[in-house]
Structures are given as C-alpha cells and as structure tokens.
C-alpha cells in the first residue's frame, strides 16, 4: 500500500511539473496571496499612521516623534500579531478536525486522487470553471472535510 501511495504521488507530481495550466494556476495562485498580503501590510501602515497623527497635537517635537512612532509601532504590531494569532488558531483546527475525522487511508486516496484528476484533467476543467485549480483543489479539500466531520458526528 506505501509502495502505491509512493508511485502514486510522484507520477502526479511529475505530471503536475508537465501541466502548463496547472503551473501557471499554481504561479498564480501564489502571486495572488502576496498580493493580498502585501495589500494588508499596507492597509495596516496606514491605519498605523493614521493613529499616530495624534502625536502632532504634542508641543514638544522630540515627544511627539517617540508618541508617533510607538503609537504607529503599537498598531501596526497588535494587527500583524492578531492576524498571525487568528491564522495559527484556523491552522490548529483544521489540523485537529483531520486528526480527528480524517486521519486514514481513505483521506490519503481522496487527497491524492482528487490532485491526480485536477492535474491530468486541469485544461478540461479550465474550459468548464474559470477557477483557479489549486484553489479549486483547496475547496475540494474543504468540502471532503466537512462531509467525513458530517459522517463523523451522524455515526457517533
């Protein structure tokens, strides 16, 4: 059964290294996400020096310069640090809803199974979905997640 899984994974990876659609969704993908983050980081400085305009009200030049920048480092730090915090804490669920749900061999077949189909079948599911299929991927994961947590819950 390893010596499948094993064959199994490497001739998806090596097609999925071959697949011009799904390198380029991959590319994508992960271009997408620094955008967004770098996106947010910006939001983020900019709410920072949005409160840290109370520090010109401050006579004293050298004051407000030290307000300014610990006001600036405070809220860009609690926001960059919640939004870590809120991602470890999503990562740490998931994490504990597979162990506890899908934790088998059956959840490695689906995994490899469902990479395997995207993979070899990504220009046919271009042409019907105009989705990204890593994305795509991640949703299928999802969806299979929340079927076993159903099944899970519905047999005990």
Not at 123 to 143: D, H, R
């Amino acid at each position: 059964l390893f010596l499948l899984a094993w064959y199994s994974l490497t001739t998806t990876l090596f097609q999925a290294v071959q697949s011009d659609v799904f390198l380029s969704d991959c590319k994508s993908f992960f271009h997408d996400a620094a955008s967004f983050i770098q996106t947010f980081i910006g939001w983020t400085i900019d709410a920072g020096q949005s409160v840290a305009q109370i520090s010109t009200k401050i006579p004293n030049e050298i004051i407000a310069g030290i307000i300014y920048w610990l006001l600036m480092i405070l809220v860009v730090g609690i926001c960059v640090a919640g939004t870590g915090i809120l991602a470890i804490l999503i990562e740490i669920k998931v994490i504990e809803l597979y162990k506890k749900n899908c934790w088998d061999v059956i959840t490695l077949l689906m995994i490899l199974t469902s990479a395997a189909v995207i993979i070899y079948f990504g220009e046919v599911i271009k042409k019907a979905l105009s989705i990204n299929l890593l994305f795509f991927w991640l949703i299928l994961q999802g969806i299979y997640l929340t079927i076993r947590r159903y099944i899970s819950q519905d047999t005990d």
